[in-house]
């Protein structure tokens, strides 16, 4: 069975994925105030993204790309629309309904990391299972399993000041797989990384899509990455190109 995925004034049938979207915006605009002026940072986005597909969002520096990836992890609200994720209308949630959907059902990854640098790798990772009152053992079994997909076995001691900078960013992507996301959502996962890493970053997502079934969705300006995506959405001003 195909998919119908619209994104701006192009239609793609897709025959390979899966037979239902992971995301579908409409009419989606994000509006802000900024010293008494409105400024529109999304206008009249249209948008499905295909279930464990694998997505760049690019475009110039303010065009809308990482507000459009907040929308659809629920740290954002959109002014008007409707934002529907794994058939959910988050536009419509309180918000202690999308903080449960977001530990629920979303993964982030950032650029600056964000880990704890007082915390163990193994620490860093488990903080979402604590938060969640997961049973010690259980999450250390889970943490054993992410080390050990994201090549790093043996790390779990050490503290992030003793890691590289793709190493302290797997450390990141494991945390966010904790519990196993129906979405991966990435901001410049390798903007202040270098090609070596970069490229090993890339890799580790298209082996994170392929393994765990997820949709990944990855704002960058890095072209490997939108090269090897199976799709790029353009953005500018605001606006699907």
Do not use: W
């Not at 002026?37 to 520096?61: H, K, M, Y």
């Amino acid at each position: 069975m195909s998919t119908t995925i619209t994104a701006g004034h192009q239609t793609i049938t897709d025959n390979t994925r899966g037979i239902s979207a992971a995301i579908e915006l409409k009419n989606v605009n994000k509006n802000y105030k900024f010293h008494g002026d409105t400024v529109c940072a999304l206008q009249d986005i249209n948008l499905a993204i295909s279930e464990r597909e694998f997505v760049a969002i690019t475009g110039p520096s303010g065009s809308g790309k990482s507000t459009l990836l907040q929308i659809v992890g629920g740290l954002e609200r959109p002014s008007s629309g409707k934002v529907f994720v794994t058939s959910k209308n988050i536009a419509t949630y309180h918000d202690g309904a999308l903080a449960a959907f977001r530990g629920k059902e979303i993964g982030f990854v950032f650029q600056s990391f964000y880990l704890q640098p007082f915390l163990t790798v193994e620490q860093n990772i488990q903080l979402p299972g604590i938060f969640a009152h997961i049973r010690p053992k259980d999450r250390a079994d889970r943490v054993r399993s992410l080390l050990q997909q994201i090549g790093l076995e043996g790390y779990d001691k050490h503290l992030p000041r003793q890691l590289s900078g793709g190493q302290i960013q797997r450390v990141a992507i494991a945390r966010a797989l904790f519990h196993p996301p129906k979405i991966l959502l990435a901001d410049e996962p390798t903007g202040n990384l270098d090609q070596e890493n970069s490229t090993h970053i890339v890799r580790l997502f298209q082996t994170i899509r392929a393994e765990f079934g997820i949709t990944v969705i990855i704002v960058t300006h890095n072209n490997e990455i939108a090269q090897i995506a199976d799709r790029e959405i353009k953005l500018n001003n605001g606006r699907l190109l």
